[in-house]
């Protein structure tokens, strides 16, 4: 199994650009996260999803869209790119009734500049 | 609210020496705890987790972690540091599957 995989890794964007930052896992999880790490902050949730077709805001929401279309695909969508949206985004998913619930798997990131 | 607090920015340890990074948490019902260690450029591994029963939690790579309710606190413990031990590391709290809250990490340092 890949895991979970996220592309780009980096990426610079203009202001006002678009962008979707893409996620997919291969282990048949239905939770699946997107956060986002400030430097010397923790990880902020912006949304998640709980299966195909669902999905709901987390802390940080604002700037920021999701869809999930399949269980394996949960893209990242940011429409009007602003500064304040540099950072470190990562995607995450959970298993449950796998032998290691709740425990979440995390992507490699996606490191975003947006000048 | 929900909240997670590491109290420790940056930590500095001898190599074989012992170790306590300190977590504290709010939440409003009994919570699922986790510690999740990050190596530069890396995404998050999981150390451990406790969500119920004995309240000390064993995790990889020797370390454990201690529920205490009456402190709202879940400090990670490690007996003897080693220099791969290196790393941010992170406290969180969740809700079963739903949110989950992260702490703003602890940097650890190791000195050979």
């Not at chain 1, 949304?47 to 399949?70: C, H, L, Q």
């Not at chain 2, 540091?81 to 990490?105: I, K, N, P, R």
Request: hydrophobic content about 35%; charged content about 15%.
């Amino acid at each position: 199994n890949a895991g979970v995989t996220q592309t780009p890794k980096f990426r610079i964007l203009k202001i006002g650009q678009s962008m979707t930052l893409q996620c997919a896992q291969d282990m048949n999880h239905n939770y699946m996260y997107w956060y986002r790490q400030d430097p010397g902050m923790g990880l902020k949730l912006i949304y998640y999803s709980v299966g195909a077709g669902i999905t709901d805001k987390g802390e940080v929401p604002n700037g920021y869209n999701v869809s999930r279309s399949t269980t394996e695909d949960f893209p990242l969508r940011l429409e009007l790119a602003a500064p304040s949206q540099t950072s470190v985004y990562f995607c995450a998913s959970i298993g449950v009734g796998s032998g290691r619930q709740n425990e979440q798997f995390f992507g490699p990131g996606t490191r975003l500049t947006v000048l | 609210a929900q909240s997670v607090t590491q109290p420790d920015i940056h930590i500095t340890v001898s190599e074989g020496a012992s170790l306590e990074l300190r977590c504290n948490y709010s939440y409003g019902a009994t919570p699922y705890l986790f510690w999740y260690v990050q190596s530069p450029g890396q995404g998050l591994q999981l150390l451990l987790k406790y969500f119920s029963g004995d309240t000390l939690v064993q995790g990889i790579k020797g370390f454990e972690a201690e529920f205490k309710r009456s402190q709202s606190s879940f400090n990670l413990r490690k007996p003897s540091v080693h220099w791969s031990d290196a790393a941010e590391y992170f406290c969180a709290v969740g809700a079963f599957l739903g949110q989950f809250y992260f702490g703003t990490g602890t940097s650890l340092t190791v000195i050979p």
